[in-house]
């Protein structure tokens, strides 16, 4: 009885693996794609990220990562609401990942609802691991409600967790820029002259810089 319990245990693992190996296989086309995608998003090419997602996302409507990905690219483009649409399906398939969370935090203080956003940047730093992304997305939620003191600690936190996390020290800047030209604004009320000795144009400050990920 033994040998044969065995044997049956061996070729039920077999058949286990070889459909695990096939499904796997199956999957792997499309996770490429969504990597594809993601590189581009990275390299600042939404526009040749979106038809790859779309794609994706016809054959496989709940793919989080897909979701997570357009929901970016729609954010970027000012569409809110898409983007939160992608976000939630994202999160209802995938809801401790951190980088949705703070992603869906960022797209509703876009969206006005401040406070469900900011809870959703707390969860996302509730979830173990590095959290370098969650802060960096809380920083922005912060940038978009101009408390731009809290953002800059926030990407001084993601930069000492992630030293080349590049959109935190995107972040931070702009959080500088700000707090400068406020400090700047102080100092020309109370005394109007107080520039007299910055004019030159090696100390001029370029105020034209948006906020990241805005």
Known sequence: MFPFHTACR???ASLFCLLSISHARAAEPVDVTVKQAHQLLEQGK???ALPLLD????????????R?????IWLGQGRVDAALADLD???ASAPANA??????????VQ???AEAGLADCAAALAQPGNAANALVARGQAWLLLKRDAEALADFDAALQASPQHMRALYGKGVALTRLGELLRQQALQALPGADRDYRHQALAVSLSVKPAGL
């Open 46 to 48: 939404p526009e040749a």
């Open 89 to 91: 399906q994202a999160i």
């Open 111 to 113: 969206a006005g609802q």
């Open 10 to 12: 061996l070729a039920a």
């Open 68 to 72: 997570f990905n357009r929901g970016q």
């Open 99 to 108: 980088r949705y969370l703070g992603a869906r935090c960022v797209a509703r």
């Open 55 to 66: 794609a994706v996302l016809a054959s496989q409507p709940q793919h989080a990562a897909a």
